[in-house]
């Protein structure tokens, strides 16, 4: 994702540079409290090659640290925070940049789940969309098409606590780092409008040995 500043246009390691790698940046001082998920029982999941990851507690339900129209569980040791919009005041400017740096397509981005306090350089990122941005089909699409340099798109349903999603594995070339690596999502429609999550990383390397954490997440969603 591009992020507009004035009339240029900046790269995402541009943005990673100036924010530290993380949207709550935007949210200035965190709140206290704010990384709290509810308690959960111990929930394990496992990758394609087997590697597992132990639950480490609950969010999306009102008193956790993001309030969502789904609740899922986050992965043992990963710190989860809303990214709060409202901190960039009244600055028209402050405003803008906000805006371009939290939304991707038909949704914006309103909490991110950080996996450097469990090892890992990388976020589990969640966007929601209004009603009108469509099924959940229709949202992923044009949440991925929002990115730049993404290629080799792998798209399929799921199901998952009585939500049904569409999921997409691809390819992003970032041209400012001449580099290619593997990224993740998935959306479900709600009642409240689509959401998506999102699994980035440093790099593939980075990406896979996520991708436990990930798998938690999707198995777990459920609508609040």
Known sequence: MRVRVGTAWWGPAVVAVLLGGTLT?????????????????????TDATGTAVR???????????CELPVTFDIAEGWK?????????????????????????GPVTAVCEVDARPAGHIGFLRVFTGSPDAGDASTALRAFVAAE????????????AGGLQGVEVAYLRTSELLDETKKERALA?????????????GMDTEEHEQMLPAYELARKTLRST
């Open 25 to 45: 940046a935007c949210s200035g001082a965190s709140r206290e409290g704010a990384s709290t998920v509810r308690a959960a029982a111990a929930t394990d999941a």
């Open 55 to 65: 639950g480490g507690g609950t969010i999306g339900a009102p008193g956790s640290a």
């Open 80 to 104: 989860a925070e809303a990214v709060d919009p409202a901190a960039a005041g009244d600055s028209p400017a402050g405003k803008e940049v906000t805006d371009a740096l939290l939304r991707q």
């Open 148 to 159: 730049d340099g993404v290629s080799g798109e792998t798209y399929h349903s799921f199901a």
């Open 188 to 200: 479900v429609g709600t009642a409240r409008g689509p959401v998506v999550l999102h699994l980035g």
